[in-house]
C-alpha cells in the first residue's frame, strides 16, 4: 500500500484516511481495498442564497457526503458551524460508516453541513436555511437512501422543518427520512440525552476493566452542548462522578471539589457563559485538557488532542465523546503512556444507535418508553465496547484499531456479499 504522510497539520478527511490505512495493513487488506474504502459515494456541494432578516441576501456553502451504503441507507448528522468544510464532512461521514458498523446496527454513514454561524441568526432566518437545504438535497436523501439527524448546532426544532420541507415536496408522511426528531413528530424517548448515555455506558464498562472506582471520580469535560452537559449530569447522578472542569466555547471553570452540573447549566442559560459561576474557577480550554483527573471527555471538535498536548494529559481514561478529538500522533502518545482510550465512533454512538430505534420505532408507529430504549442502548453499547477491546488485545493495538479492524471488517464483508469487492 502507499504510505501516507503523519503530520499534524493534516485535515480531519485526511486524519480518517489514516486511521483507515493503519487498520488496512493490520488486517493485511490489499491496497485496492483501501482505495476502495478511503473516498465517499458521492460528494454534494450546494449554495444557499436567502434573504436575512436585515433586507440583505446571504449566500450559504452546504454539503452532504454519503460515505458507504453497503450496510444499508446512510446515516449521519448536519452541522452548522462557521468553521464547516469539505473535509470535514468528508471525514464525520467516513466515521459514520464505521460507527454504524462498530455497533452494528444495519446503516451505512454519511454527514451534512452549512458554513454558517447560527448563533447569529432569528428563528425565521434557521427555518428558512433549514429548509432551503432539504429543497437542494430532497432528490438524494430519503427513509431507504440517507437520513440526516442533528449534529453541532442544530437541534430537533431543526429537524422537525427539515422533515416538513421533505414531506411537503414528495406530498406524503415519510418520518423515517430523519431522526432526532422531537417527540409529537415521532422522535424517541431518549434521543437526546443517548449520545451521552452510550458514552456512560462505555465508561462503566472501561471502569471495570482498569480498575477504577467511579464513586467520587474526577471528571473534566470539554464542550457543554448536548453530548457535554448530558454527560456531565449522567456521570454525576449514575455513578456519583465528581464533574470538577467543565468549558465551552467561551472558556472553562474549575473546582477541585466538584460543579454541580445542573447549576452550570443555569449560569450558561442565563448569561450564555459558564465563566462567572459561584465557587469556580476561570479555566482556558487548554489548560483544562491538562487537569489531573481519572476520566477526560472531550466533548466540543475535532484535533484537540495533537502531538504538542498529548504527553502532558494526566487522566487515566479518554472518553471520546466529540469526534476526531485526538490526531494519529496524539495517539500513539496516549497508547505509550497507556491512557485507556474509548475511540469516538464507540464511545459517541449512543446518539446513532438511538436514532436507528427511533427509524424503527416510525416504521412500526408504536413507541418505546425511555426505560426501553435505554436497556437496549446499553446492551448494544456493551456489546460494542466488549468487542473493541477484545479485537484490540487479539491484533495488539489500541482500542481504535480495534473498534475499526471490527468495523472495516463488517463494510468489507457486505461489499463482498454484495458482489463490489
Ligand atoms: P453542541 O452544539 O450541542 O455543543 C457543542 C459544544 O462545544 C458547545 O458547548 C460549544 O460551546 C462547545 N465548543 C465549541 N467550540 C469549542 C472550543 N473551541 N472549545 C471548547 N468548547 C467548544 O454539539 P454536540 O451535539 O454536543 O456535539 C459535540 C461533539 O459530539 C461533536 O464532535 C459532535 O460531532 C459529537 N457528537 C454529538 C452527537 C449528538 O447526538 N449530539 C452524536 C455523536 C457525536
Not at 91 to 110: E, F, N, Q, R, Y
Not at 125 to 131: F, G, H, K, V
Request: proline residues 4%; neutral net charge.
Amino acid at each position: 500500500m502507499e504510505k501516507l504522510k503523519d503530520s499534524e497539520n493534516l485535515d480531519p478527511f485526511q486524519i480518517s484516511q489514516i486511521q483507515l490505512y493503519t487498520a488496512c495493513k493490520l488486517m493485511s487488506c490489499d491496497r485496492e481495498i483501501y482505495k476502495a474504502l478511503n473516498q465517499p459515494e458521492r460528494f454534494v456541494e450546494i449554495k444557499i442564497t436567502m434573504r436575512m432578516d436585515n433586507g440583505s441576501l446571504q449566500t450559504f456553502k452546504g454539503f452532504r457526503s454519503q460515505y458507504n451504503s453497503a450496510r444499508g441507507p446512510m446515516k449521519g448528522g448536519i452541522r452548522w458551524h462557521p468553521d464547516e468544510s469539505a473535509a470535514l464532512v468528508k471525514a464525520l461521514s467516513a466515521w459514520m460508516t464505521w460507527k454504524c458498523a462498530c455497533v452494528d446496527i444495519p446503516l451505512g454513514g454519511a454527514k451534512g453541513g452549512i458554513i454558517c454561524t447560527p448563533k447569529e441568526m432569528s428563528n425565521r432566518e434557521l427555518e428558512i436555511l433549514a429548509r432551503n437545504y432539504i429543497r437542494k438535497l430532497a432528490d438524494i436523501i430519503g427513509p431507504s437512501i440517507d437520513v440526516p439527524a442533528p449534529d453541532v448546532y442544530t437541534n430537533p426544532q431543526i429537524m422537525a422543518w427539515m422533515m416538513d420541507e421533505y414531506e411537503t415536496i414528495m406530498r406524503k408522511h415519510a418520518p423515517a427520512v430523519i431522526t432526532g426528531k422531537p417527540l409529537p413528530l415521532g422522535g424517541s424517548a431518549g434521543r437526546l440525552i443517548s449520545t451521552a448515555k452510550g458514552g456512560a455506558f462505555c465508561i462503566r464498562e472501561a471502569a471495570k476493566d482498569i480498575e477504577l472506582n467511579l464513586n467520587g471520580a474526577k471528571v473534566v469535560i470539554q464542550g457543554f452542548g448536548n453530548a457535554g452537559s448530558w454527560a456531565s449530569k449522567i456521570l454525576t447522578q449514575d455513578f456519583n462522578c465528581k464533574i470538577i472542569a467543565i468549558s465551552d466555547s467561551k472558556g472553562g471553570i474549575y473546582n477541585k471539589d466538584g460543579i454541580d452540573p445542573n447549576k452550570a447549566l443555569v449560569q450558561k442559560e442565563k448569561t450564555s457563559t459558564l465563566v462567572g459561576l459561584k465557587d469556580a474557577q476561570m479555566i482556558t480550554n487548554e489548560e483544562l485538557l491538562e487537569l489531573e483527573c481519572d476520566i477526560l471527555i472531550p466533548a466540543a471538535l475535532e484535533n484537540v488532542i495533537t502531538r504538542k498536548n498529548a504527553e502532558k494529559l494526566n487522566c487515566k481514561i479518554v472518553a471520546e465523546l466529540a469526534n476526531g478529538p485526538t490526531t494519529p500522533a496524539g495517539d500513539q502518545i496516549l497508547s505509550k503512556n497507556e491512557i485507556f482510550v474509548i475511540p469516538d465512533f464507540l464511545c459517541n454512538a449512543g446518539g446513532v444507535t438511538v436514532s436507528y430505534f427511533e427509524m424503527v420505532q416510525g416504521y412500526y408507529q408504536y413507541f418505546w418508553d425511555e426505560k426501553e430504549v435505554f436497556t437496549a442502548l446499553d446492551r448494544v453499547m456493551t456489546k460494542a465496547y466488549r468487542s473493541t477491546v477484545d479485537k484490540a488485545k487479539e491484533y495488539n493495538t489500541h482500542n481504535r484499531m480495534g473498534a475499526y479492524i471490527i468495523a472495516v471488517g463488517r463494510v468489507v464483508d457486505a461489499m463482498q456479499l454484495r458482489g463490489w469487492l
